[in-house]
């Protein structure tokens, strides 16, 4: 274990973006915490967590794909791959790192693979910062996730008067190797640890009893007739789904300015009616059916096809942001556990 | 006031007046409300809440709501009202399917704002005459309710019920000076590079995810433009910087003169961007060229951008206020 002084973080954090781009989390002026770019004089934010997610870093809202260039009779493809910038992510918090492992069941194992995506992962060094402050809306613990040990290349514990890192891969290892900090010894690490699980221990939401959500009872979750009732209030936005560490859908579009034509893909939400829009129409032709497509592909469809892995890791983001607060918690407490 | 509207709501009900109830469902945690519709007794003892954080404007879900059999009551804070009004203007609600209570209120807080303060991982809330007493993970807190209120409450513009079939508590006044308009005069006196770069800092943080267009009573369109592939200019997501600023430009002229100023987009947006301020410069601007206007706060006249009169103001009022050619 590695130990910083917290009066010396900004000297590594200035180390560390000479050699690759760094990201941290910093109050971006309106209330709200956002991983950017560090530069010299941004201090690292008092809030537990970013607005979005640390997923926009490697599967961000927008991305150019390829744009077609017109001329006469030519057409002239222009590649546009911008991902293969390294850069380190500091401060990432146990549920969003859970995240990555979701995102790379689908974009990395699936195949094909999504080489974009596959790019940045691998260009990507990732270090977890221990949740001191959990909140309300945090049920990471539910998942299986321990917010006092989050995984990522290192794992990094902040206390009054240091920081301590601990190597978790090969690439983390390097890393702090390169920094040349001073050892320590591990146990203040671990009494943070113990504090944070207190803490955890009390969250509301931290046992979420999730029985009944699994393959075997697909069809009977689906066909529940509280999705109504539980959808009744949805407005239909993206919300839920844009600030969502684990959703991972997307459309492709174009843009044609008469003369270049920017092929894109975008983030999309379920929640929208054009979602998965066919020749024929939609299958999901009210927010029933979009609502429960949501819920379902956190907490059934997902699971059914990645060895009973959830797709929700418990951030609380939804909790916080949806406008009417109906959400994850709501769902599973309606039609799971003793309900199921 | 909380025991008073559940009492209503299952009178209304048991007496017949209607046969469902529209109002705030009770969530996990003291405030996490969701508009909810209630067809019992039992449902309203249960579960209906209101409370300061039945911020919630419930106009909107009367669109569809008043399309249904049979009549629905609804609860309206001052606010709500303007909404409801207008779009009984606009033709939107079937007002002989709604009995509107109007409900007095000083006021919404928002757990945002609590948050903001530094304030974290409340579990449980209680009012406590002017204050909040809060149970944290990490103690027990007060907050004055003067310090969780929603920006729209702390600039208040009318405590006045506009359209009602009963109310519940003494009804209000108008608030003539709110000081709501402060933030849109600092904004005027910017230079054009100053207003271009504040505005390019707020919007460029929009994801897009459409919340304020979805919540907003003015905008009631059955598709609108932007989710519509066959209008060219539908987007999941902003292609470029002028389609960032785009969106929210065309919203804000689209609802010009018949949005109430209700707050509601800027309470939703997930990414704190002042939405409120562009309605706002705009409700300022009819109001100095058409004449003080208010929407929703009457039956009668028409919104200033849907009306004709012959002493309007030209075009070229633009260059009177200083545009360029």
């Known amino acids: ?340 | 006031m909380r025991e008073m509207i559940k009492a209503k709501a299952i009178e209304l009900l048991e007496n017949g007046t209607v046969n469902r109830v529209l109002g705030w469902k009770a969530g996990e945690f003291f405030y996490d409300l969701t508009p909810g519709i209630f067809t019992s007794r039992e449902e309203i003892e249960e579960t209906f809440e209101y409370s300061v954080f039945s911020a919630a404007n419930l106009s909107k879900y009367l669109i569809a709501e008043s399309r249904k059999e049979g009549k629905i009551a609804v609860f309206l804070k001052p606010c709500d009202s303007y909404s409801f009004q207008q779009l009984l203007k606009e033709h939107r609600i079937w007002r002989d399917r709604v009995y509107v209570v109007g409900i007095a209120c000083d006021g919404m807080c928002s757990m945002d704002v609590i948050r903001d303060k530094g304030i974290t991982g409340v579990t449980a809330v209680e009012e406590d005459g002017e204050n909040l007493k809060l149970t944290t993970l990490y103690g027990d807190k007060t907050i004055a309710k003067a310090d969780a209120l929603l920006e729209r409450c702390v600039h208040c513009k009318s405590r006045k019920v506009v359209v009602f079939d009963e109310m519940i508590g003494e009804n209000g006044e108008e608030i003539p000076d709110s000081h709501r308009f402060d933030m849109v005069e600092k904004l005027e006196a910017m230079t054009p590079e100053e207003r271009f770069a504040f505005w390019r800092g707020e919007l460029s943080r929009c994801i897009r995810c459409n919340a304020c267009r979805n919540v907003c009573p003015a905008c009631s369109c059955e598709k609108c433009v932007f989710d519509n592939d066959k209008s060219g200019i539908a987007q999941k997501a902003a292609a470029s910087d002028f389609e960032e600023n785009n969106f929210h430009i065309i919203r804000a002229f689209h609802v010009a003169s018949r949005c109430t100023d209700c707050g509601e987009c800027s309470r939703v947006c997930p990414q704190n961007i002042p939405l409120h301020l562009l309605n706002r410069k705009f409700i300022r601007d009819i109001n100095e060229l058409y004449g003080e206007y208010q929407a929703g706060s009457d039956m009668d006249t028409k919104p200033p951008l849907m009306n004709f009169t012959t002493d309007d103001c030209e075009p070229s009022v633009v260059y009177e206020r200083g545009g360029k050619v």
């Not at chain 1, 002026?29 to 997610?53: C, D, H, I, W």
């Not at chain 1, 978790?168 to 890393?175: E, F, H, Q, S, V």
Request: hydrophobic share 35%; proline share 4%.
């Open chain 1, 1 to 340: 274990m590695k130990k910083v002084f917290a009066a010396d973080i900004y000297k590594v954090f200035a180390k560390v973006s000479q050699k690759s781009k760094l990201y941290i989390p910093a109050d971006d002026g309106v209330s709200q915490a956002r991983f950017l770019p560090y530069m010299e004089g941004m201090t690292l934010t008092e809030k537990l967590n970013t607005g979005r997610s640390a997923k926009d870093l490697f599967f961000p809202q927008v991305e150019n794909l390829l744009k077609f260039k017109v001329s006469g009779k030519q057409i002239e493809i222009v590649d546009q791959r911008d991902e293969v910038e390294s850069f380190v992510i500091f401060g990432v918090r146990a549920c969003d790192c859970r995240s990555f492992d979701i995102l790379d069941n689908v974009f990395l194992y699936d195949e094909p693979a999504d080489t974009f995506y596959k790019t940045r992962r691998a260009n990507g060094l990732v270090i977890t910062l221990a949740c001191n402050a959990p909140e309300e809306t945090c049920f990471c613990t539910a998942f299986g996730i321990d917010p006092a040990d989050p995984a990522g290349d290192i794992t990094a514990w902040k206390m009054a008067d240091a920081f301590y890192f601990r190597g978790n891969t090969d690439k983390g290892n390097a890393l702090l190797a390169e920094l040349e900090l001073v050892e320590a010894d591990e146990e203040a690490a671990h009494q943070q640890q113990e504090a944070i699980r207190a803490i955890a221990e009390k969250l509301p939401f931290g046992k979420l009893d999730l029985t009944g959500f699994d393959k075997e009872h697909l069809m009977e979750k689906f066909k529940d007739p509280r999705w109504a009732e539980l959808s009744e209030s949805c407005l239909g936005c993206g919300t839920c789904t844009f600030v969502c560490p684990t959703c991972q859908c997307y459309d492709i579009r174009e843009f044609n300015n008469g003369k270049e034509i920017q092929r894109f893909r975008c983030w999309d939400s379920c929640m929208y009616s054009d979602f998965t829009m066919m020749a024929h129409g939609t299958n999901r032709p009210t927010q029933k059916e979009r609502f429960r497509q949501r819920f379902m592909h956190k907490l059934v469809y997902y699971p059914s096809n990645y060895g009973g892995v959830y797709g929700c890791v418990g951030c609380g983001r939804c909790l916080q942001k949806c406008p009417v607060h109906t959400n994850i918690v709501k769902v599973a407490k309606t039609l799971g556990g003793e309900n199921k």
